[in-house]
């Protein structure tokens, strides 16, 4: 029995997510300090890729540390071992396609942040500090052939980030989903932070896409079909 358990314990995917699921778990049932020397401990050991990724990683401990305060344990649990695991696994060099797997971790605190805010939890100044900073470890990580620039495409994309952020709190998306859809503030701030996103998301890939040359009409068409689509599901919500 021992020796399978050894066994399995090499599997790399399968420690990787023994280990954010367990880290996932301390952020509700231990203080937060035990689980932020916990996670130094998992992140910084071994000691591989840890600059790379340490906007992504403090991003991550603030808000496990915010949604230990508003999250139910179940949803905590499952939020932040998927965020632990894409971190983790990212860092370690655990994924075939690196890029990718780091694009899925970029939206998801991306659209943890958004909800944070929608649901009083954060402040709007500390969102926008934490979209620059992960929109600058983005760039870097995506675009590496313009480092010089990755402060400057983070600023632009912070600022329309912020603005998109601020028009649809201005139209009171969650109050409109409630109103519309009938479901829990809960799952209305969740749906208006996943379509905040989305418009961003959209024009985020646009542009990664143009810089890295592999611009084609087709993917042209297809983003502006898609930004069709999210218009008018928006004027069909809020009208």
Aim: hydrophobic residues 60%.
């Amino acid at each position: 029995m021992a020796e399978r358990l050894k066994s399995v314990w090499k599997i790399p995917k399968l420690r990787l997510g023994v280990k954010a699921a367990c880290l996932a778990a301390s952020f509700f049932y231990l203080p937060f300090w035990v689980s932020a020397l916990l996670a130094c401990f998992l992140y910084f050991y071994p000691a591989l890729n840890t600059e790379k990724l340490l906007a992504s990683f403090l991003s991550s401990l603030f808000l496990g540390f915010v949604f230990s305060e508003i999250m139910s344990a179940a949803d905590l649990w499952l939020v932040s071992s998927v965020i632990f695991y894409l971190l983790l696994g990212v860092k370690d060099m655990v994924f075939l396609n690196q890029k990718s797997v780091y694009g899925l971790l970029f939206s998801v605190l991306m659209v943890a942040g958004f909800f944070g805010v929608l649901s009083g939890a954060i402040s709007p100044w500390i969102l926008a500090l934490l979209v620059f900073i992960l929109f600058r470890e983005f760039f870097s990580i995506i675009l590496p052939s313009y480092p010089k620039r990755a402060k400057l495409f983070a600023a632009a994309m912070a600022l329309i980030s912020f603005q998109v952020f601020w028009i649809c709190s201005w139209f009171d998306f969650p109050q409109i989903l409630m109103a519309r859809l009938w479901i829990s503030p809960e799952k209305a701030d969740m749906l208006s932070a996943l379509m905040i996103f989305g418009w961003i998301g959209l024009g985020l890939n646009l542009l990664t896409i143009s810089l890295n040359g592999r611009i084609r009409p087709k993917i042209v068409f297809g983003h502006l079909a898609a930004m069709a689509v999210l218009i008018g599901l928006t004027l069909v919500l809020v009208f």
